[in-house]
């Protein structure tokens, strides 16, 4: 079990609020009736992906129950994409992803300890950076490359891409996507924003336009469960759900505080920060209600081939 209590740039909150009732999702999982869409041919996309698991990230075994696991869990559905649809050998020692069922209470509490494993390989010290997640994939994807698979991951911003809806259809298209986005809480001056937290999930689904300003997704998010909070929720796997979601190009005025480097005397973050105008995609939704707004920053991207002959 981890048990570092610093906190990281990437945490997610346990949420408030109704429960929401478990539902089935038509939008994930093999067989139908869940339907793989891939059509980019322009000037519209529109891109689906079955069989990609919905694993929750609170969970009993985990550090503070799983509370900022939210990039190792969205990383899992990925890896379960992979292993039971394209059958690639994932895992770690004994262990493969694709011998587990998340559905199957059996397997929930081994499931639980890859989610963890994931951590430990992404640096899990109360939130895991992007680039870790990849280095923890590349580490659980050994096993296929040493069977002969190619491997391939990346990361695309959305304060660089000159076609940020068009490189996520195009990524999504070779498989599930892990995106990252920001709360956004009112900076020190009028006007500008500042991040305080953020998420990370993994993304099914999407619509939109090539060069298009608005786009809609339809997310595996590890952190809204249909059962949170009720009794034995941290013990069981909840019903898999899509979540739908709207991302709208923005150009923000973004707030950056100086961190404090640890490996000097002083106290860098007493110093004042600086401001930006930056491109962030907001994302909003009915399960994506609060108090900061919500702005994609970077989603990244994996992919795998079988070997030749």
Request: neutral net charge; glycine residues 10%; charged residues 20%.
């Amino acid at each position: 079990m981890i048990r570092k209590t610093i906190l990281a740039a990437v945490t997610t909150t346990a949420l408030a609020g109704a429960i929401y009732p478990a539902t089935a999702s038509a939008d994930l999982g093999t067989p139908p009736p869940c339907v793989k869409v891939s059509d980019l041919t322009g000037p519209t996309f529109e891109v689906k992906q079955c069989g990609v698991s919905d694993v929750d990230q609170f969970r009993a075994g985990l550090e503070n129950n799983g509370n900022a696991y939210c990039g190792p869990t969205s990383l899992y559905n990925v890896m379960h994409y992979w292993s039971h649809v394209q059958k690639a050998p994932i895992g770690w020692v004994t262990t493969r992803v694709g011998n587990l069922e998340p559905k199957d209470q059996a397997d929930y509490n081994v499931i639980t300890n890859s989610i963890g494993r994931i951590g430990v390989d992404a640096k899990y010290d109360g939130g895991t950076k992007m680039g870790n997640l990849r280095t923890a994939w590349n580490i659980a994807t050994k096993p296929a490359r040493d069977a002969g698979w190619s491997t391939a991951d990346g990361n695309i911003s959305s304060a660089t891409s000159a076609d940020f809806a068009g490189d996520l259809a195009k990524r999504l298209n070779q498989g599930p996507v892990q995106l990252v986005y920001g709360r956004y809480k009112a900076g020190p001056q009028a006007g500008s924003l500042q991040r305080n937290g953020g998420h990370i999930v993994t993304v099914v689904s999407a619509k939109g336009t090539f060069n298009g300003t608005t786009m809609q997704l339809k997310l595996a998010d590890p952190g809204r469960a249909g059962d949170h909070g009720q009794d034995g929720y941290l013990n069981t796997q909840s019903a898999y759900e899509s979540l739908d979601v709207t991302l709208e190009r923005k150009n923000i005025w973004e707030y950056v505080p100086v961190a404090d480097d640890e490996n000097t005397p002083e106290d860098e973050s007493v110093q004042p920060g600086t401001y930006r105008f930056v491109q962030r995609w907001e994302l909003t939704g009915p399960r994506y209600v609060g108090t900061t707004r919500q702005m994609v920053e970077t989603f990244n991207w994996f992919a795998m081939a079988k070997p030749v002959g």
